[in-house]
């Protein structure tokens, strides 16, 4: 039983003695590979965004004293709750 055991044992460890030297296989390939991609350049310029449209001028409204453009709201419909 004791001969078991210690079979059992030393197989554990060997396999857990390869996960271990994988997984440090792997972080020195990501490392390297991490260090293999050059930085980008710091002098790219960068293109600026087109500038915004002007807003659009609606129709003059001709209630406007002297037709300043001035859009005069108007109520079209009923307002619940007010006496219409």
Same mark, same amino acid.
């Given at each position: 039983?004791?001969? =078991?055991? =210690? @079979?059992?044992? &030393? ?5 857990? &003695? ?16 991490? *260090? *293999? ?9 960068? @293109?600026? &965004?087109?500038? &915004?449209?002007?807003?659009? *001028? ?9 037709? @300043?453009?001035?859009?005069?709201? =108007? ?10």
């Amino acid at each position: 039983m004791k001969m =078991r055991t =210690r @079979t059992a044992l &030393a197989l554990s460890g060997g396999a857990a &003695a390869l996960v271990l030297a994988g997984l440090v296989a792997l972080a020195v390939v990501v490392v390297l590979l991490a *260090a *293999a991609i050059p930085p980008p350049p710091t002098s790219a310029r960068v @293109t600026p &965004a087109p500038p &915004a449209p002007a807003a659009v *001028a609606g129709p003059l409204d001709a209630a406007a004293p002297g037709g @300043t453009g001035v859009h005069i709201a =108007r109520l079209t419909g009923c307002i619940g709750g007010l006496n219409c």
